[in-house]
């Protein structure tokens, strides 16, 4: 009885690992053989998104910055989430700025536009997200909660540039300048993007902050070198 | 007299379509069927989901004792819908975004492990394949039968292309949930009906 036992313990366990095993190298083959074409055409949708969220745009630079919290240029084809967008002109039309944290029950991916001039968010893009199709994917598409990303303010500290109110959601019967009403039926994924802005304006926008004049000289040299010598 | 392997393909399509007949999987089917290519897409991977898991459980029936069955089947139908949903994102982003979770979903469709538990479980890999196959294209068919006329009428185009002048008026509600039920409740009155003329007596 107890070698029966014994057995059929083992098939469970020889069936669930075996099965395991197989599934896994399933899944890996298929990723490794899937990722660098999902990298390349989510960095082409991330371009196009930026002039989308830039109105006016017609050229972008991607920038990064360094451990000293200045901003330079990126060499050609690193990823970054920072773009600068320039107009015809070579004037600043606004910075894209992508961002992601956890949603409902994936990580939702955004873009949204600041203009550095204003201290405010004047647009956002939902890239990519997993939420609840139609409850939490209203992110993507809800017309008045992307509204309210056309005109958000970002209060910085006009001693060190800190932001010092962080963008929340509305929970008073007046709304701020930096909040926005969350969608009903989908309050947790509002949260998170709600969220995830606030945390990448915490980080961004005083280091854009110290580095205005430094982003003027990247648009005048560009716009010097787009005309030539 | 045991059912033949054309058998096993061709009762998916039409006698035991899973959507028309067994009334399977119908948040897809409802949610997903907005258009016709999300339609045949969401039809497409979820027959390749279906194949394939039906194929590996067939296999490995004989390694795979009953107690741990429901665990394992899982686990192979979730293996599946992630390769299914990498090769989505690899073919088109836009296409992965317009199917949402709905393609992570396919590993609660109760038509897949239906199939797994009822037959792919008792048969061997051909017949399995067969059947799999069969049910996976009746799926897909109900599919863009639902897909087509809400896209037809709801946005006067197929796969795209515009079929009315500018004067056409789009029935919006076509498109939206609402517009899913009252789609399969037509198409099931006129299924319904075709079948009971057919079973009705010749001369009665």
């Known amino acids: 009885m107890r070698a029966t036992d014994s057995n059929s313990a083992f098939a469970m366990y020889r069936a669930l690992v075996g ?101 405010r968010v004047i647009g956002l893009k939902v890239l990519d997200s997993r939420e609840t199709p139609g409850l939490g994917d209203r992110i993507h598409h809800d017309r008045a909660f992307l509204a309210a990303f056309e005109d958000l303010q970002i209060p910085l500290s006009a001693d060190d540039g800190r932001v010092q109110q962080p963008i929340t959601i509305r929970s008073g019967p007046h709304r701020q300048p930096w909040q926005f009403d969350a969608i009903t039926g989908a309050t947790i994924s509002s949260q998170a993007v709600a969220r995830i802005l606030s945390q990448s304006s915490a980080l961004w926008a005083p280091l854009i902050w110290r580095n205005q004049e430094t982003l003027q000289g990247i648009a005048s040299r560009a716009e010097g070198a787009r005309h030539g010598p | 007299m045991a059912p033949s392997a054309s058998d096993d393909f061709i009762k998916g399509l039409w006698r035991d379509n899973p959507v028309f007949v067994q009334v399977l999987g119908m948040c897809p089917v409802l949610a997903v069927s907005n258009s016709a290519l999300n339609a045949l897409t969401m039809g497409l991977a979820t027959s390749f989901v279906l194949c394939l898991s039906s194929l590996l459980v067939a296999s490995l029936r004989a390694f795979i004792p ?44 109760c038509l897949i492990l239906a199939r797994a538990e009822a037959f792919a479980s008792r ?11 069969g049910m996976g294209l009746g799926f897909t068919f109900a599919l863009l039968c639902l897909g087509a006329v809400r896209e037809i009428l709801g946005m006067g185009s197929l796969f795209g292309i515009a079929l009315f002048g500018e004067a056409f008026q789009p029935w919006v509600v076509m498109i939206l949930p609402g517009g899913g039920f009252f789609t399969l409740a037509a198409w099931l009155l006129l299924i319904t009906g075709l079948k009971r003329r057919r079973a009705r007596p010749q001369g009665a």
Request: hydrophobic fraction near 55%.
């Open chain 1, 19 to 119: 099965t395991g095993c197989v599934c896994a190298l399933l899944v890996v083959f298929t990723y490794l053989l899937t990722a660098p074409l999902i990298a390349q055409k989510r960095s082409a949708a991330l371009h196009e998104a930026v002039f989308a969220v830039l109105p006016g745009t017609t050229a972008t630079l991607a920038l990064h910055a360094n451990d000293q919290g200045e901003l330079g240029l990126l060499e050609h084809g690193a990823a970054t989430p920072l773009y600068l967008g320039l107009d015809a002109g070579g004037r600043i039309t606004g910075l894209a700025i992508s961002a992601q944290g956890m949603g409902y029950q994936d990580l939702i991916r955004l873009l949204y536009d600041y203009a550095p001039d204003r201290g």
């Open chain 2, 66 to 109: 009953a107690e741990v069955r429901i665990a394992c089947y899982v686990l192979i139908i979730a293996s599946f819908v992630t390769v299914v949903d990498y090769l989505i994102q690899a073919i088109s982003l836009e296409l992965h975004a317009a199917l949402g979770a709905f393609i992570s979903l396919i590993v609660v469709n």
């Open chain 2, 123 to 133: 048969n061997t890999p051909l017949r399995a394949l067969l059947d799999a196959l």
